[in-house]
Each structure stands twice: as C-alpha cells, then as structure tokens.
C-alpha cells in the first residue's frame, strides 16, 4: 500500500494522539510507523483493504509474520498496543463496529526491573561534576537537577512553562500524559535556581518567554539536546549501559521508595494512572533489602 494511502487511512488517529491525548512526538512516530507497517503488510497479503473488512485473523497474520521475523515479545505488545488505541478510536468514529484485536492477546513479558543511578553516583554527579560557565552549561546542569528532583518525563520537561514554576508555593506544574496536570513539591533551592534560570534568560537574544527552557540561540529545546545532554554527564558517573533523561526518572522514584516514601505517593509525583505501573519499583527496594541483609545477617 502506497505510504500517502496509509497516512490518509491513520492521520486523524495520529492527530487525536497530537491534539487531544498531547502524545510526544516521539509516541506519535511510533505509532505511525507500527501502524504504516501493519497496512503495508495488508496491501501485500491481501490487496487493498478497507478498515471496516479487517478481521482478527488479518492481525494474527501479521503478528505471525513478526514472529517469523524474531522481533521481540516486547516490541510485539507495543504494536498489539498501537492496533488496540487505533480500533478504539474507529470504533469511537463510526468507522466500525467491533474491533478485529478484541481478542488478540499481549504476550507475557519477563519483568524488568528500572535501571537507575546510585545515589552515590547522583551525589557526584550533582556537587562534583563541573558544568561550563555558559549557557548551554547552564541549561544542562538545570535539566539534570530539575529530572533529577521531580522524575518528569523528556516530553513533560521540554514543554515546561515559565508560568509552572510556582515561586510562592515551592511546585512545578507538569503536564503529563493525556494532558493530565499534576503538581510536584521542590526544594526552595531549586526553585531559587529555577528563578536565576528565568531572569538569566533575559541575557538571550529573543528567548522564548513561553517555554521556560531555551538553548543559546533562545529557541524551546528539543528532544534530542535534552537526551544527549543527560547521556554526557550521566557517562562521567556511572557504567550503567542506560543514561537518558527515563533512567533519571527511574531514579527518583527509586531512591523515594528506598528511603520510604509510600507507594500512592510516588504514583500520584511520576503521574501514573495506576499502581500496577509504579510498584516497579518496589522491587528495586526488595533487591537492596535482600543485599542488606547478607552483608549484615550472620546466618545470611
């Protein structure tokens, strides 16, 4: 099936995902490009298909094909994922109605748990390494604290606003996912760091006054700035095969639950819509009590 096809199949799911739900960029291209890929392998098996006369054995075919192709179970779920929001929504507009993934199954994933950074290494990472007296040193040594401090997601803290920052009542507005707001407590350290930041933009030439960050030129930062950002520095601390803006996420709720912070806490600060998706990270804390526990217990 020809790529403008599909994309006239799929844009206004894509733009539901943009306008309504407020998906990254990133989220939305992914789910394109599942969805571009299901069709393209439609139009190959069985010609042009409409969406109405699409029937559960179509996808199980598909999800055969990736089988065959030894794509992970992981990246499997995601694209049943991708199929059940993009049925939802024709389902939602009329365009059918049942949906052919009623009864397709995710597959079981093996638990993984969240990698994170010691707190050693954060306490390194954030007395000890030196960050460039510029701007984009600024910037940086801002965007680590600030993820480290709230576990907002990459998305949350690129589209932050200058107007979120609550000077008076010490929080930062995030606006998560599904254009959920939550209000998240920070140090009165940060947030007088937070109010340098602010009028230091001033010294930019034309810098957005909407985003609260901009890169030197004044422009709102971009995805990719932030990511490689947090990769450079989280290199000079820590080994760990994963060093992205999420890992500093994981890390904040990490280092919460290991010094006690209640479960439905940590669900409402990273904004989770259920516990399930938060009581990860209760397995971390059971790792490191079983560790304390050997290195203490006499009979361990």
Do not use: C
């Not at 929001?85 to 009864?103: C, E, H, L, R």
């Not at 680590?144 to 949350?156: A, D, K, P, V």
């Not at 609550?166 to 209000?183: A, H, S, Y």
């Not at 450079?232 to 290991?258: C, D, G, I, Q, W």
Request: proline share 3%; charged share 25%.
């Amino acid at each position: 099936m020809p790529h403008y096809y599909t994309e006239l199949s799929i844009q206004p799911f894509l733009d539901s995902l943009k306008f309504e739900k407020r998906y990254s960029p990133h989220t939305i291209r992914s789910y394109r490009d599942d969805l571009i890929q299901f069709f393209d392998y439609l139009q190959f098996q069985f010609g042009d298909t409409a969406i109405a006369t699409i029937t559960s054995s179509f996808v199980r075919s598909w999800l055969a094909s990736l089988k065959d192709a030894r794509l992970s179970a992981r990246t499997i779920g995601r694209k049943i994922s991708t199929l059940k929001s993009f049925f939802k929504y024709q389902m939602k507009t009329g365009i059918i109605d049942t949906t052919p993934v009623a009864n397709i199954s995710t597959p079981r994933l093996a638990k993984r748990l969240p990698s994170y950074i010691e707190q050693k290494e954060i306490k390194v990472l954030l007395e000890n390494v030196e960050f460039p007296e510029t701007w984009n040193g600024k910037t940086d040594r801002l965007i680590i604290h600030l993820f480290y401090n709230t576990g907002m997601r990459l998305s949350e803290l690129v589209n932050l606003k200058e107007n979120h920052i609550d000077r008076f009542n010490n929080t930062v507005k995030v606006l998560g996912k599904g254009n959920k707001e939550r209000i998240i407590p920070v140090s009165v350290k940060l947030i007088n760091e937070l109010q340098t930041y602010r009028k230091d933009k001033n010294e930019v030439t034309e810098a957005d006054r909407v985003y609260f960050f901009v890169n030197k030129t004044g422009k709102k930062l971009y995805h990719k700035y932030v990511y490689l950002a947090v990769n450079k520095y989280l290199k000079e601390v820590t080994t760990s095969n994963k060093k992205s803006p999420h890992v500093l996420r994981h890390t904040f709720a990490t280092h919460l639950m290991n010094n006690g912070a209640d479960l439905n806490s940590v669900k409402e600060l990273l904004g989770h819509s259920s516990l399930a998706a938060t009581q990860v990270y209760t397995h971390n804390t059971i790792e490191k009590l079983k560790d304390i526990y050997k290195k203490a217990h006499p009979k361990s």
